[in-house]
């Protein structure tokens, strides 16, 4: 069973080759991310991810919230500064 597990890489990411393409659904998405503050940024684009399949005609994949990704959000932010 696939369980998505939900973190965020950040903007800076954005720019990377491997992610071209996702600063279109980042600006499609964040109309609908500013009605539901409550969920982070990582949830936010699981459920998103987890919709995209589903409505394409693909598996029901379950969704849990995690809230908080304080921790891996520093570690990605030591990791980007060394780079």
């Not at 992610?19 to 990582?42: C, H, M, T, W």
């Not at 936010?44 to 809230?67: C, K, N, S």
């Amino acid at each position: 069973m696939l369980i998505p597990s939900s973190h965020c890489l950040g903007i800076q990411r954005l720019g990377v080759a491997a992610n071209n393409g996702l600063d279109i659904a980042v600006r499609l998405l964040e109309p609908i991310k500013e009605q539901f503050p409550i969920l982070s940024y990582a949830d936010f684009y699981q459920l998103a991810g987890v919709v995209a399949v589903e409505i394409t005609g693909g598996p029901e994949i379950p969704f849990h919230i995690l809230i908080s990704n304080t921790h891996y959000f520093q570690q990605q932010l030591m990791y980007d500064s060394m780079m």
